[in-house]
């Protein structure tokens, strides 16, 4: 949800004591803490404390802020630079992201008044760099009032001005545009600088729909599927404690659709954690069914655990291993929710795109045909295997799938229509979905099975 659209005062927040920080105060630092670190942007939100204490409507300023500086960030290095005549890459992050952070309010968000981001700006900057520095932050954000300076959309097919125009490393738009051409590229770009909404997968049965109304709404075309609402907490929806819900966009749901379930199967999850899908799959095999996750991280496997601790989610149990190595034998099904670059959910995870580079592919490329492959010791006669990722990226999607075909020739794809919606469905048979053609996060799966 846009913050232009939650945010409803006039006045500035003033910077905060240093017992409870300011939401603009607190954006920076974890901002600054994201460049410095290398720390995922959803792994420092959760672990501040300083976040937790401010109030719902200073949440959304906050998150506003950082996933708007995140998306826009070349976007927002080029504004400024046109202010700041040379020295800015050697600039401190926190001195960068006061600046970002500013311009991003100024140029972007129509309901924050000029003064409030000024004022604030400059005393950030007193507390996090120095009294130099922010004098030389007052003076950019006066001259950017005085003369704006905006970017002109580039023309379409040129891949450096669409790069720097929607806040993408170059690398990574050459990648898309080599693997899918130039025709789409701009709708791609501009879909992963879109806010994405919470989605939730109903899991069981709820005794009253209408008391749903003031925290989620349904989503059309998927019938199981429901939006959040607000910035509520998750954990005030009813049903949420029981595990009635679990967090899951509908793109991700449809590995689970393509491995398609039955009633007291023994299903394998590989790279189970945080445990949607886990959940998904239990709730369909049933009690005469078993679902045994296998995470190999200690910390993501406590997630798992909690995650799946409400009742009727007992059939699950919870293995900490590398998939690589775990051995387990007889399952009905496989499904390997594969680790992967992550590029069809870098709307929702706007950092990716600065965490990635070009080099990483390799060794995700080696761990998922050796993850693939030893799923096939895992299951029995006539079983099955889904391979899924949340990437757009053909090395770890479709190269995946021929290596496997190669190496395991008595294997074949299944064609995904007869699980999924046809739109959803390629011609080769995969199941692949766009957030600039769908409207949800980008996933590929594709069901295996042996030759009869």
């Given at each position: 949800m846009s913050f232009c659209r939650v945010f409803k005062s006039k006045q500035g927040t003033g910077l905060a004591s240093d017992k409870k920080k300011s939401a603009r105060l607190l954006a920076v630092e974890l901002l600054a803490a994201n460049d410095d670190e290398g720390t995922y942007i959803n792994h420092l939100i959760e672990k501040s404390w300083a976040y937790k204490e401010l109030s719902n409507i200073d949440r959304a300023l906050c998150l506003e802020i950082i996933y708007g500086v995140l998306r826009n960030k070349r976007h927002l290095d080029t504004i400024v630079k046109k202010y700041v005549k040379r020295g800015y890459d050697a600039f401190p992050s926190e001195l960068k992201n006061i600046?970002?952070?500013?311009?991003?309010?100024?140029?972007?968000?129509?309901?924050?008044?000029?003064?409030?981001?000024?004022?604030?700006?400059?005393?950030?900057?007193?507390?996090?760099?120095?009294?130099?520095?922010?004098?030389?932050?007052?003076?950019?954000?006066?001259?950017?009032?005085?003369?704006?300076?905006?970017?002109?959309?580039?023309?379409?097919?040129?891949?450096?001005?669409?790069?720097?125009?929607?806040?993408?490393?170059?690398?990574?738009?050459?990648?898309?545009?080599?693997?899918?051409?130039?025709?789409?590229?701009?709708?791609?770009?501009?879909?992963?600088?879109?806010?994405?909404?919470?989605?939730?997968?109903?899991?069981?049965?709820?005794?009253?729909?209408?008391?749903?109304?003031?925290?989620?709404?349904?989503?059309?075309?998927?019938?199981?599927?429901?939006?959040?609402?607000?910035?509520?907490?998750?954990?005030?929806?009813?049903?949420?404690?029981?595990?009635?819900?679990?967090?899951?966009?509908?793109?991700?749901?449809?590995?689970?659709?393509?491995?398609?379930?039955?009633?007291?199967?023994?299903?394998?999850d590989l790279c189970a954690a945080p445990g949607g899908k886990t959940m998904a799959i239990s709730a369909l095999v049933g009690k005469t069914g078993r679902v045994i996750a296998v995470e190999s991280v200690q910390k993501r496997a406590q997630r798992l655990r909690e995650n799946t601790s409400s009742p009727g989610f007992e059939n699950v149990e919870i293995v900490i291993e590398d998939a690589r190595k775990v051995q387990l034998k007889d399952a009905d099904a496989v499904l390997i929710d594969a680790p992967c670059s992550g590029l069809g959910v870098l709307a929702r995870r706007a950092d990716l795109r600065w965490q990635r580079t070009p080099y990483d592919f390799i060794a995700l490329v080696k761990l998922q045909q050796e993850i693939i492959s030893k799923a096939v010791t895992m299951i029995k006669p006539g079983g099955r295997i889904v391979y899924s990722t949340c990437t757009l990226d053909k090395a770890e999607n479709e190269e995946i799938a021929a290596y496997f075909l190669k190496k395991f020739p008595d294997f074949e794809v299944e064609q995904a229509d007869k699980f999924i919606e046809k739109e959803y469905v390629t011609e080769s048979g995969f199941v692949r979905t766009w957030p600039f053609k769908h409207g949800i996060d980008g996933s590929f799966s594709v069901r295996l099975t042996r030759k009869k």
């Open positions: 600046l970002r952070s500013a311009i991003y309010q100024l140029a972007f968000l129509e309901k924050i008044p000029d003064y409030a981001v000024l004022s604030e700006a400059v005393d950030i900057a007193k507390k996090l760099v120095s009294l130099r520095y922010a004098s030389l932050v007052n003076g950019v954000l006066r001259n950017y009032q005085r003369n704006p300076y905006s970017l002109a959309k580039p023309v379409s097919g040129n891949i450096n001005k669409l790069a720097e125009y929607y806040s993408h490393p170059d690398w990574l738009v050459k990648r898309f545009a080599k693997q899918f051409g130039k025709d789409e590229i701009e709708a791609f770009l501009a879909a992963n600088n879109q806010p994405q909404p919470v989605y939730f997968l109903q899991l069981k049965p709820i005794k009253s729909q209408k008391s749903l109304r003031d925290f989620l709404r349904p989503v059309p075309g998927f019938s199981t599927y429901f939006k959040l609402q607000s910035h509520v907490g998750i954990t005030h929806i009813p049903g949420w404690k029981e595990g009635v819900f679990c967090v899951q966009d509908p793109g991700s749901g449809m590995a689970v659709n393509l491995l398609a379930p039955q009633v007291g199967e023994k299903i394998i």
